[in-house]
């Protein structure tokens, strides 16, 4: 049986992601494959490199650093998320993610990105962190407020935009059974924005297909939410998501609700433990 793993994008809201996937490592929980979005790319590598709590300890120790995430970085940058320190020097240097353990997992791990050229999702493969950074940071572009990241001779915005929910992906690969990690709660949905609208059409009028599928992102997320409902029904689908809306802006900067989300998706998921352990047939 093939195992695969889904975990949502959504900013901040991601370090809820990071308590589940640090329970995941607590009580052993191994997959066969990783689809991740935005956050959901950026926190869950260190699901595979077994590095738990480091998404929360550079997050509480640097974002109050203006080098890592400010408006003084989107000023003089072009990036709200500091490209050279946030991606780089972080990770590198001062919390430094462990590449030989995630390429010792031998777990593949695939990140989304929108090509704003065709406004259509690219899956691509992580290999090595360090020499895919661009992959990751293209993953987790927001618009508006990032620059658009160049890799592989594509241009690319954050994943969520095209494909933020890639169950259709995860089954094209031939899992048998996917957890999906999500960091909603449960009968939320997407509503039209017409504000973003605007601002997409003003600022990236010469990519009219990546205008009309961010501006309609809301449609494909909530057929993606459906979708995850019908397959958990059917057994195939195990989701886990937060019990209550997280009290937490997307480039939300307090350290205090930094904790409190990540104990949350920690603390709910050793309580949940059980139920996984039986859904991927562990008795």
């Known amino acids: 049986m093939k195992v695969g793993l889904v975990l ?19 009580a052993g929980i191994k997959v066969d494959g990783v689809v991740s979005v ?20 550079y997050n509480k120790r640097f974002m109050g650093d203006r080098r890592y995430m400010s408006f003084w970085s ?10 050279e320190f946030s991606y780089y020097k972080v990770p590198m240097e001062l919390d430094v993610f462990d590449q030989d353990a995630f390429a010792e997992s031998g777990v593949p791990f695939y990140v ?3 090509d704003i050229k065709t406004g259509k999702p690219d899956y691509i493969k992580i290999d090595h962190v360090f020499e895919q950074m661009e992959a990751l940071r293209a993953s987790s572009a927001l618009p508006l407020v990032s620059e658009i990241v160049e890799y592989k001779g594509k241009r690319y915005m954050d994943g969520g935009l095209a494909d933020s929910l890639p169950i259709d992906f995860m089954e094209s690969m031939g899992f048998d059974k996917l957890i999906v990690v999500l960091t909603r709660p449960k009968g ?5 924005s017409k504000t973003s609208k605007r601002f997409y059409k003003l600022f990236y009028r ?5 205008v009309e599928v961010a501006s309609n992102r809301h449609i494909h997320y909530n057929k993606s939410i459906e979708k995850i409902e019908t397959l958990e029904k059917s057994g195939k689908v195990y989701a886990i998501r937060p019990e209550h809306a997280l009290e937490v802006g997307r480039l939300e900067k307090n350290p205090e609700k930094f904790e409190a989300i ?3 998706g ?13 859904f991927l047939g562990d008795n």
Do not use: C
């Not at 010469?206 to 990546?210: A, D, G, I, N, V």
């Open 8 to 26: 949502e994008g959504g900013g901040m809201r991601g370090l809820y992601t990071a308590g589940v996937l640090d329970a995941f490592l607590e």
């Open 38 to 57: 935005s956050a959901g790319a950026l926190f869950g590598v260190n699901y595979l490199s077994n590095q738990p709590k480091r998404a929360l300890r």
């Open 74 to 83: 989107w000023l003089t940058t072009g990036n709200f998320v500091n490209k």
């Open 112 to 114: 989304v990105a929108t």
């Open 188 to 192: 939320y949905r997407k509503h039209p």
């Open 206 to 210: 010469k990519y009219p297909e990546f």
């Open 262 to 264: 990540y104990q949350e």
């Open 266 to 278: 920690l603390k709910q998921m050793r309580n949940d433990m059980t139920n996984l352990k039986i």
